[in-house]
């Protein structure tokens, strides 16, 4: 049985907080972190719900429930609640690989956002984070960006918004991703 994390899990921060930009690159950041720890450690989730992770202070990020995306891919257990935030390949019985962890990451960095998960949109094509995200839950898991390149992604949205606080200019990135609603 899993010890009960401290602090706030990620649903109920997204819940009661407007997420800024720099906010969910710095908790997307905090969590590539630990995803990283666990596939050093042979771990791959492939499923990440807001309900798992959990924050406790800036850059501070716990996973729990890290048996739920490798009983849905054994086939044991046919669905969970939030299954909608498992991996494509879950669905197949496929194996996980970290590329999978990359697909849910995609979801929650979505969520952490905007709430929703459909990054759609003309103006979203421009949107740096909205095409991280695109890339993270493309079906083909070859395709998807590694935790590297996510982590690179997120660091050139930290440092824009350092450089336009530095200037005192408006941001080239929006201060809210273009999703549409949920």
């Not at 407007?18 to 596939?39: F, N, Q």
């Amino acid at each position: 049985m899993e010890e009960r994390p401290t602090g706030r899990t990620l649903g109920d921060f997204v819940a009661h907080n407007r997420v800024s930009r720099p906010e969910a690159a710095t908790i997307g950041l905090a969590l590539l972190r630990t995803l990283s720890l666990a596939h050093s450690k042979g771990i791959v989730r492939g499923f990440i719900a807001p309900e798992q992770v959990w924050i406790d202070g800036p850059g501070a990020v716990t996973l729990s429930g890290s048996a739920c995306g490798t009983l849905l891919a054994s086939g044991c257990v046919r669905s969970l609640p939030r299954a909608r935030h498992a991996a494509p390949e879950i669905g197949s019985h496929a194996p996980l690989d970290p590329a999978s962890d990359m697909w849910a990451f995609g979801r929650v960095l979505a969520f952490l956002l905007a709430g929703g998960v459909n990054p759609s949109g003309a103006s979203a094509a421009r949107d740096p984070v909205v095409r991280l995200v695109r890339g993270l839950m493309r079906e083909e898991k070859d395709a998807r960006p590694s935790a590297t390149a996510a982590r690179r992604a997120l660091l050139r949205v930290l440092a824009e918004y350092r450089r336009v606080a530095a200037e005192g200019t408006r941001p080239t990135i929006p201060p809210r991703p273009a999703f549409p609603p949920a």
